[in-house]
RNA sequence: UCCGGUGUAGCUCAGUUGGUUAGAGCAGCGGACUGUUAAUCCGCGUGGCGUAAGUUCGAGUCUUACCACCGGAGCCA
């Protein structure tokens, strides 16, 4: 921690550590009253937001008249005695001797009242400054720092994973292309293969970063750009890989609940359900799922792929995040390993949802035998210049390993339990938008 | 790309079966108030009714096309 005699700022999230003292507070206008000769001024600094007085008679007619001239999102130092008092919202407020004013805030375009989506996304980068938007963020960061706090306290190592790629690693969805120096190049969607080899170097290893599809997507779960963490692990199968899914899961969510009350409060998230998510969770089979659908009244026949009302139902089914597991081999990637048991399935995982909110999580066992998987390559039509690398992995030691990924926004989106998922990054990348 | 919905003041919306001057709240500006919590009270302003064409004596209101946005499907995290 940086000593506090090195730094020019007192923080209002650290306010109760300066009861009684003269404190300077730098920060912007969230919000202001006055009554006669009476003001009151709500200082927002990012860390939080506090209650300033000030009183006419104690500061003066010049200083009072600045007080008057401030408008919402002007920037300003004050000056003065931090007080208990339980009339101020959070218990503390500041008894002002002396304000200074950086700049008088032009006409600020969100206001107190509603707005609409389209406005507040065209303000985007003032939207930030709102009460709730700053709460998403703050559980957006604790869900990262979580995910990482569980990899690294369980050995494994962060190995970052490139985003200029120049294959396309599951042949499935459309990418952003891009040209490298007169090469064809693709902004990732997985650091997944890469994931692959780091972990045969590092045995355990994560990766997180922003991914990419260049899908005309207009839904609630879906963004253009967004953050996956992808957990990679030697000598690991099915059934270990849905362990390590879930006791992150856990973790993520009792952290959650634990550093992030306040935050949870101004969202108006009922914390009960999020209370029940503990390992073991559910685990249930494609083929399980198929019939469950078919009771719940759902034309659908087994070898399909799950539309989103289909996840909602089974998701809908459970009071915490469940497993679905051994899809049909014909509808999941070239990577992953067959069903030993059954050569129609692959030993593949998706974790949904609970509440209704559906995919978060898709993993699986790969297939580690060199000769399987170059006839699964060329069976995909795939190039094999461009995964050579891949099936090296399968000629140098080759072993059983499995690992997922996480989509962080939907994550994001079901903890705080938003209706949509584009308040869950600073600044979305979605089908028709790309400012601000 | 397909299906459905919306488009009126800076913002959020109202606007009757088409009828002549287009309406409210918030924000803004001026004033009152020494404990306000989206403070309250008084006063002041703002409009190419998404764009283009059509029907009609007359269109914010009806018709068609286009555009933008929202929601859903597909793609998936």
Known sequence: MVEK?????????????????????????????????????????????????????????????????????????????????????????????????????????????????????????????????HAILKIRHEIIKATRDFF?????????????????????????????????????????????????????????????????????????????????????????????????????????LENRKFELEILERDTSMLEKVKAPFPRISYTECVDMLKEGGFDFQWGGDFGSPEETYISEKFDRPVFVHRFPSAIKAFYMKRDPENEDLVMGMDVLAPEGYGEIIGGSEREADHDTLLKRINADGLSLDDFQWYLDLRKYGSVPHAGFGMGLERTVTWICKLSHLRETIPFPRMYGRLRP
Request: charged share 25%; proline share 3%; with cysteine.
């Open 152 to 256: 690294d306290s369980n050995d494994f190592t962060l190995v970052d994973t490139p985003i200029l790629t120049p294959n396309v690693c599951e042949g499935t969805t459309t990418l952003f292309e891009t040209e490298y120096f007169g090469q064809r190049a693709f902004l990732a969607q997985s650091g997944q293969l890469y994931g692959e080899a780091n972990a045969f170097a590092f045995g355990r290893q994560y990766n997180f970063g922003p991914t990419f599809r260049a899908e005309k997507s207009k839904t609630r779960r879906h963004l253009l750009e967004f953050w996956m963490v992808e957990p990679e692990i030697a000598y690991c199968d099915l059934d270990e890989d849905m362990v390590w899914a879930e006791k992150m899961l856990e973790f993520i969510v009792q952290r959650v």
């Open 5 to 133: 005699e090195h730094l020019n700022t007192t923080l209002i999230c650290r306010i109760q550590e300066h009861a009684n003292q003269s404190v300077t507070l730098n920060g912007w206008v969230y919000n202001s009253r006055r009554s006669g000769k009476i003001g009151f001024l709500l200082l927002r600094d990012g860390t939080g937001t506090i209650q300033c007085i000030i009183v006419k008679n104690d500061v003066g007619e010049d200083q009072f008249e600045s007080f008057k001239s401030l408008t919402q999102e002007s920037s300003l130092s004050v000056s003065g005695t931090v007080v208990e008092n339980e009339r101020a919202p959070g218990g503390f407020e500041i008894q002002v001797n002396t304000l200074t004013i950086h700049q008088v805030s032009e006409e600020y375009p969100i206001t107190p009242k509603e707005h609409g989506t389209e406005f507040l996304m065209n303000n985007r980068h003032l939207w930030l400054r709102s009460k709730r938007q």
